[in-house]
Nanobody, 116 residues
Framework: QVQLVESGGGLVQPGGSLRLSCAAS????????MGWYRQAPGKERELVAV???????DYADSVKGRFTISRDNAKNTVYLQINNLKPEDTAVYYC??????????WGQGTQVTVSS
């Protein structure tokens, strides 16, 4: 069992920045891929970014060039640096972790609101 706790969300003006964090605890042995999803009201949850255990990232087209995903394996933590925020980025952001290539875990989500 793995527990995930996200933090760093908040209310930001367009063009602003946020840094989201997700710390994993519990059975953290063999944690593999770590990533972020988001879900806006009335919309489906979508993949934002993912990073492999070796630090190789991949991004959704909508966030390329603005978002940066990274991880600290010693701390079992994944980060999402969000720059040049747009109103369409408003959503609940969820951390996702894969362990042992077979088990997936979700955090409780952190709200990101972009508004003037």
């Amino acid at each position: 069992q793995v527990q995930l706790v996200e933090s760093g969300g908040g209310l930001v003006q367009p063009g602003g920045s946020l840094r989201l964090s997700c710390a994993a605890s519990g059975n953290i042995f063999s944690i593999d891929t770590m990533g972020w999803y988001r879900q806006a009201p009335g919309k489906e949850r979508e993949l934002v970014a993912v990073v492999t255990s070796g630090g190789i990232p991949d991004y959704a087209d909508s966030v390329k060039g603005r978002f940066t995903i990274s991880r600290d394996n010693a701390k079992n933590t994944v980060y999402l640096q969000i720059n040049n925020l747009k109103p369409e980025d408003t959503a609940v952001y969820y951390c996702n972790v894969r362990r042992g290539s077979h088990y997936y875990y979700w955090g409780q989500g952190t709200q990101v609101t972009v508004s003037s």
